[in-house]
Structure formats: structure tokens, C-alpha cells
């Protein structure tokens, strides 16, 4: 009877022992949430700058140039004319920078029961924003 008494006796240790862990775990609520509005303050577009380079033809325009300039453009003319060959004279490549800009996001500014808050969002939201409110108590010990 002595096998069986150890048997109980670790039996019940580890029953003991499990419980105890048992009682050391903590079981935290899930966090309280719920949705409302805040006002919208001010919202400022944030610009993506994209630049992109093109070759174009450039050629004098009549009022461009001098009176001298035009006679030599004219007797040019007249000679590329006699040669055979079209166009207009003087053109040249000339290359062309643009630059884009599109809205990528929106910082905004807002303000939810006297406090003011900032957030990047990537849509306008209007005047008012749909907000989540989440609650959770701080326990003291508990790492979350």
C-alpha cells in the first residue's frame, strides 16, 4: 500500500500544482469600443511631385524675331524652297520639363471632446470623421 499512498499523495501535488497556476493567470477584458464623430478642422493634401521631360519642336514665331532676322528667314525660305525641301526654318529640338502633382494622402486636422489630434488619411473625409473610441483599464503588473 505504500506505491499507492505516493501515487495520491504526487496525485494530489499536481492537482495542487495546477491550480495555483490556475490562479496566476489573469484574464484581461477585451478593450470597450465604440464609434463616434469628430470635427474636422483643417485638412492639407500631401503632393507626390513627379517630373517628366519631353522633346518638342520649337520654331521662330513671325513677331519673335528682328526685321533682319525675318529678311534672312524669308530669303532662307525661298532658298530651301528652290532646293526641294519643305518645313519651316529654324526649328529645332528643344527639351521641355513638366512637373505633376498628385494628392497621395490628407493630413487633417481634427478635434474629438476639446482635444485636438492629427491624422494622415488617404481620403478627404469632408467636415466630420467617423472616429473609434476604445477603452481599456490599466492594470497594474500586467505587460500588454
Known sequence: MPARAAFLTLSSLALLAGAAA?????????????????????????FQVLNATSIEQ???????????????????ERWTERQGRQGPADCRAVPVAREFRRPIAYDVDYVYKGTRYRS???????????????VTPVVPGVAR
Request: glycine share 6%; aromatic share 2%.
Open 58 to 76: 520649337r520654331c521662330p514665331q513671325p513677331g519673335d524675331a528682328t526685321r533682319l532676322a525675318r529678311a534672312i528667314d524669308s530669303v532662307r
Open 22 to 46: 490556475a490562479q496566476d493567470t489573469t484574464v484581461i477584458q477585451a478593450e470597450n469600443v465604440r464609434y463616434a464623430h469628430a470635427q474636422v478642422l483643417k485638412v492639407t493634401p500631401v
Open 120 to 134: 494622415r488619411l488617404p481620403v478627404d473625409p469632408g467636415n466630420r470623421l467617423r472616429i473609434r473610441v476604445g
